[in-house]
Nanobody, 124 residues
Framework: QVQLVESGGGLVQPGGSLRLSCAAS????????MAWYRQAPGKQREFIAS???????NYADSVKGRFTISRDNAKNMVSMQMNSLKPEDTAVYYC??????????????????WGQGTLVTVSS
């Protein structure tokens, strides 16, 4: 069983900063890409940022220059530093990861895992 647990959400004023973290635990052989998504009230879940196991990153245009994703492979963690926050950044933020588990000595399985989400509210 593999799970992702996010932390770091909360209430922040416009222009402020927050740092989200996500820790993976369980029977993990390897983690491929890790990413952050968000879902605002009444909207579909959208991609925010991702990072590969070797550190390549990708960002949505809406957060480029403001958000920075990083990961610690040794700790199976991914973080996202969010600066210059705007009211439109208000959403539930979800961690996502492609996790490889080992079912037997020569059999592996890749799972897409989601965290439970953490709420970020940007408001004065």
């Amino acid at each position: 069983q593999v799970q992702l647990v996010e932390s770091g959400g909360g209430l922040v004023q416009p222009g402020g900063s927050l740092r989200l973290s996500c820790a993976a635990s369980g029977s993990i052989f390897r983690i491929n890409a890790m990413a952050w998504y968000r879902q605002a009230p009444g909207k579909q879940r959208e991609f925010i940022a991702s990072t590969t196991s070797d550190g390549n990153t990708n960002y949505a245009d809406s957060v480029k220059g403001r958000f920075t994703i990083s990961r610690d492979n040794a700790k199976n963690m991914v973080s996202m530093q969010m600066n210059s926050l705007k009211p439109e950044d208000t959403a539930v933020y979800y961690c996502n990861a492609g996790v490889v588990t080992r079912e037997s000595p020569f059999r592996y399985k890749t799972l897409e895992i989601w965290g439970q989400g953490t709420l970020v509210t940007v408001s004065s």
